[in-house]
């Protein structure tokens, strides 16, 4: 009686599981009002995108894992060696002292450690931790030969297109707009690539917007996904082309930033950065890319709940562009007022390097 009475209640939960399945798929959540999902069945299988295209992320996710292992250890350590990056020698910590020492190094013991040397076993343990310029160089090495991969693989499909000059033809003649197979794979390599750098997020090197990366990820590959299965395709091809163009300056003036004697090519190349990164995330995002979604769109069909949902997510990477703005912002003050910490500054908090360097401008910004 007990084991028939258990069978019903796994059935009727499986059942109502199932039942409730197609509630995620309802067409008022993810399309307009008067489009359904039979419109996109008049499009070839390979021109619709279908949600479960989507699993084809997380082997590529793997794949830039398992590519990136190679490119770090065998590409990137003879790149840098070229670009003059030498990993300072560290000296070890002696080994560890009496747990009570540790704990509370500041009570009297019967040690014969003072204090100081405690103090000093701590910091020399801590720089054991730390990345070496070598492993710094070679994850800024991997992030540009991407960035500059995907936006010349990306440009090179977009320029040709009309939503690439012509936003309204963004949502015109929805959902009926074919795929592709390189907008296919435009959209399932940056969805791996992401997708990789959330999984190497928790052993990669810690930075201080650890946190704004982590919701930068999710809330890219969230969109991405979202767009995606709702073909969203051409304005999401535009808002993956504006964001990777200003990244490659960025990962480019870090590589610089690790090697010696490269001081003024790097100042150069974050400028660079500055104003591009400046342009496209403060005025041609806000100004094309979510006047495009929240404006241009309501041209063609009134507001839905994919609508919100695929805009609020939009709203997130913009208020992480205000932030890092205004951390570039501030450091250009800084240095326009002469307030920028030396190279040995900004590095000793991070390094804790013992020897003044020549002075570097915009070395806090490249450590984020």
């Not at 928790?202 to 201080?208: G, T």
């Not at 240095?335 to 020897?355: I, M, P, Y």
Request: aromatic content about 14%; glycine content about 4%.
């Amino acid at each position: 009686m007990y084991i028939k009475l258990t069978v019903f209640i796994i059935t009727n939960s499986t059942y109502s599981k199932m039942q409730l399945l197609p509630d995620v798929w309802r067409e008022d959540y993810w399309l307009p009002s008067g489009v359904t999902w039979s419109d996109m069945e008049r499009l070839s299988d390979s021109e619709r995108p279908r949600p479960r295209d989507l699993f084809t992320a997380p082997p590529l996710a793997l794949g830039f894992v398992a590519l990136r292992y190679v490119f770090e250890r065998f590409v990137a350590p003879p790149m840098g060696r070229c670009l003059g990056v030498n990993d300072r020698v560290t000296v070890g910590a002696p080994p560890l002292p009496k747990a009570g020492v540790l704990l509370h190094p500041e009570e009297p013991t019967s040690s014969t450690k003072t204090q100081r040397q405690i103090q000093t076993w701590f910091r020399l343990r801590r720089n054991q931790d730390r990345p070496s310029q070598t492993t710094k160089f070679g994850e800024a090495a991997w992030r540009f030969f991407f960035y500059l991969s995907a936006f010349v693989g990306g440009l090179s499909c977009l320029i040709d297109r009309r939503w690439f000059w012509d936003h309204r033809e963004c949502w015109r003649e929805y959902p009926v707009q074919p795929m592709d197979s390189a907008l296919y794979w435009y959209y399932m390599l940056e969805l791996g690539f992401y997708g990789s750098l959330l999984l190497r997020i928790s052993v990669d090197i810690k930075r201080k917007d650890f946190k704004e990366q982590v919701i930068h990820h999710l809330a890219t590959i969230f969109l991405l996904s979202f767009s995606y299965c709702a073909n969203y395709i051409r304005i999401g091809t535009l808002v993956m082309l504006l964001h990777d163009s200003s990244d490659i300056l960025l990962e480019s003036a870090k590589m610089f930033n690790y090697g010696s004697a490269w001081k003024r090519t790097r100042d150069l190349l974050f400028v660079a950065f500055a104003l591009v990164f400046l342009l496209t995330r403060l005025v041609i995002f806000p100004n094309n890319i979510l006047h495009t979604t929240l404006v241009l769109s309501m041209e063609v069909f009134r507001p839905f709940p994919g609508y919100y949902f695929f805009n609020v997510l939009l709203m997130v990477l913009q208020a992480l562009h205000i932030f890092w703005a205004a951390l570039i912002i501030r450091m250009i003050y800084k240095f326009l007022k002469g307030k920028v910490r030396t190279s040995h500054d900004a590095k000793h908090s991070l390094e804790s390097t013992k020897t003044k360097k020549t002075k570097s401008v915009f070395s806090p910004v490249l450590m984020l």
